[in-house]
């Protein structure tokens, strides 16, 4: 289950980073898109909830 979850943290924080990367707010001024960090953080907490649904 640790390795899962962890697996599932990694790629969910590494899809929130390209989504700034490549799609998120040029201005900078969106909550989520505009800061690499949190855009991280977000897609993190998302991979965290996806891999604890069953």
Request: proline share 2%; glycine share 14%.
């Amino acid at each position: 289950m640790g390795l899962r979850l962890a697996l599932f943290v990694a790629i969910g924080a590494s899809l929130g980073y390209a989504y700034y990367r490549f799609v998120g707010c040029r201005s900078g001024t969106c909550l989520i898109t505009g800061n690499p960090y949190v855009a991280t953080l977000y897609g993190a907490v998302m991979g965290f909830l996806l891999a604890n649904t069953r």
